[in-house]
C-alpha cells in the first residue's frame, strides 16, 4: 500500500475505497503513463497449464501457510484462508509472516498488527503501534515480528509471544518491505530509493541496537519494493526502473541487473530467486548461482499498475497475486524453471 507523504488515513479511506495503490511513488519520481490494463471482467489469458482463480475481492500479499497460501484482501478487511475462507482482521491488511505462535497480517489503516490463529482462523492478539504508524512488511525472526512503518521510516520489533515492543531502527525515507537472512535484515524504501541493512543480536537480558546499519548505494534503483537474499547477494525488485538487481551487500554494488517491468515481488526458492513485475504479470526465474535469468513468462493481459502484485512457492507451484484483476494464479515451477 503506498500511501503518499503527508496523506491522512481520512484520505487514505478514499485512496482505497477506489484503488489498492500500493506502488506509487511520492511526486518526485515520473514512471512513464500506466498502459490500460485488463479489467476483471476480461477473460485471463494465462499460459497453458497455469491455472487461475478469479475472486470477487483484490488481493495482494501472500503467505505460505502449510500446505496453503493465505492471500490479505485489502479492499475486504480480510485475508483468505485455507479454502477461500475470508477472515476479517481489521482495517486495510496487508503483508502476512508466521511465527510460533501464528500468522501476522498488518492493518495499515488500523496502526496495528493482528494475529491469527492458523487452526481456528480466529485472532488471537492485535497490537497496536505507536500513534501514526502505518504497518505494511512483515518478517518473522525467531521469537520476534519485525515491522515496517511506512509513515514513521522505522522497523519496530516485537515479541511475537506477548505481543511487547522490543528494538526500534530508523530506516530510509518510505520503507516498505523487509527480509532477512539469519541476523541480516534488509528494508527496502521506496522513496529514498535505497535499502536499509543492519544485523540484530539475539534478545537476552535485554534487546541490543544494532550497530551497523547502513543504506546502500542504489544510484538506478528507483522505487524499490521486494527484497530477498539468496546466493550470496541482496535481491531487489525496483519498481519504477523496470529490473531486479543483485546487490552484493559487502561491496555495496549492484552486480546483476535482470530487466522486467514492473519489477515488484522476489522471493527465495532454494537456490532460485523468483521474480514478478505487475505487468502482464510477469514473472521470471533467476538462477542465483549463475546469476542468470530464464526467459519471462507472461500470465494474463493486464498492463501496468499502480498496484503490489505478490508471489510465493509450494512445493512445485508458484501461486501469484493480481490485486487489480483480482486473481490468483498457480504456475508449475517447470514453467519457470524447465
Excluded: K
Amino acid at each position: 500500500m503506498r500511501i503518499l507523504r503527508g496523506t491522512t488515513l481520512m484520505g487514505l479511506a478514499l485512496l482505497v475505497a477506489t484503488t489498492v495503490s500500493a506502488c506509487a511513488g511520492d511526486t518526485d519520481s515520473s514512471p512513464p503513463a500506466a498502459t490500460p490494463s485488463a479489467s476483471a471482467s476480461s477473460a485471463a489469458v494465462a499460459p497453458d497449464g497455469v491455472d487461475v482463480t478469479q475472486l470477487e475481492e483484490s488481493p495482494v500479499g501472500l503467505l505460505r501457510v502449510g500446505d496453503e497460501v493465505w492471500a490479505t484482501l485489502p479492499l475486504a478487511d480480510a485475508v483468505r484462508t485455507e479454502g477461500g475462507v475470508q477472515v476479517p482482521v481489521g482495517s486495510t491488511p496487508l503483508r502476512l509472516a508466521q511465527t510460533a505462535s501464528g500468522v501476522w497480517v498488518s492493518l495499515i489503516r488500523d496502526g496495528a498488527v493482528a494475529q491469527i490463529d492458523p487452526d481456528t482462523d480466529e485472532i488471537t492478539r492485535t497490537v497496536r503501534l505507536p500513534r501514526g504508524s502505518e504497518p505494511e512488511g512483515l518478517v518473522a525472526d525467531g521469537s520476534s515480528l519485525w515491522i515496517v512503518d511506512q509513515a514513521g521510516d522505522r522497523i519496530l520489533e516485537i515479541d511475537a509471544a506477548t505481543g511487547q515492543r522490543r528494538r526500534t531502527v530508523p530506516v530510509a525515507d518510505g520503507p516498505r518491505l523487509v527480509t532477512r537472512e539469519g541476523r541480516h535484515i534488509a528494508v527496502s524504501a521506496f522513496v529514498a530509493g535505497t535499502v536499509t541493512v543492519f544485523t540484530v543480536a539475539p534478545c537476552a537480558a535485554s534487546c541490543p541496537a544494532p550497530t551497523d546499519r547502513r543504506d546502500l548505494s542504489l544510484p538506478d534503483c528507483f522505487g524499490p519494493q521486494g527484497v530477498t537474499f539468496a546466493g550470496g547477494l541482496l535481491w531487489v525488485a525496483c519498481t519504477t526502473s523496470d529490473a531486479v538487481y543483485g546487490v552484493d551487500v559487502a561491496r555495496d554494488r549492484v552486480v546483476v541487473t535482470v530487466p522486467l517491468d514492473g519489477a515488484d515481488a522476489v522471493f527465495t526458492l532454494g537456490d532460485t530467486v523468483l521474480a514478478v513485475g505487475q505487468v502482464g504479470p510477469t514473472v521470471v526465474a533467476i538462477d542465483a548461482a549463475t546469476r542468470e535469468a530464464g526467459a519471462p513468462v507472461v500470465l494474463d493481459s493486464g498492463g501496468a499498475v499502480r498496484e503490489n502484485v505478490d508471489l510465493v512457492a509450494v512445493e512445485d507451484t508458484v501461486v501469484v497475486s493480481h490485486p487489480e484483476l483480482r486473481r490468483l494464479y498457480d504456475v508449475p515451477l517447470t514453467l519457470l524453471v524447465p
